[in-house]
């Protein structure tokens, strides 16, 4: 049995060696774009986080186990994805400030030997402070939004942000750690 991350994030990649010693990564080719959503962010992160699994199992052999993930923001029920400029990272940021918004993360795990299949989502509540214009815009000529849901990392920067959390830290950053822990013992049993 051998373990494959189907993400290409290294965020992920850090967090998943907290739980799993050894593991390859098969980058997933899914496209994200084709998954529509239709109003339940916790079935949109699972349904995106299955097609990244089902993307690699062609590149998985017959005893491998398949995790994949997905991670969104959500303001008044609208995912907030990566930014696709300064532009849009400053309106998100903006929006976030001083209020509470929450992340959702879909994790997928594939037993390609038994065929088991298992997704679920985790939220995660995080408030942020208010937010000056200027910290907002020093951050963004960081770079460090631009790649992120939400266009921030708790884990770099943004974390000053931060005002309280209520749920799992590592979700917010990619993978929530004991969710993901105990699917992987329900598919190994």
Known sequence: MKFILASASARRQELLKRIV?????????FEEKNVEFKGDINKYVEEIALGKAKAVLNNAQSEDIIISADTVVSFNNNILGKPVDEEDAFKMLRMLSG??????????????????IICESFKTEVTFSEISDDRIKKYIESGSPLDKAGSYGIQDEGGVFVEGIKGDYYNVVGLPLNGTYKMIKRVTK
């Open 21 to 29: 010693d050894d593991f390859d990564i098969i980058v997933s080719e």
């Open 99 to 116: 209020n509470t918004h929450e992340v959702y993360s879909g994790v997928c795990i594939i037993n390609n030997k038994t065929k088991e």
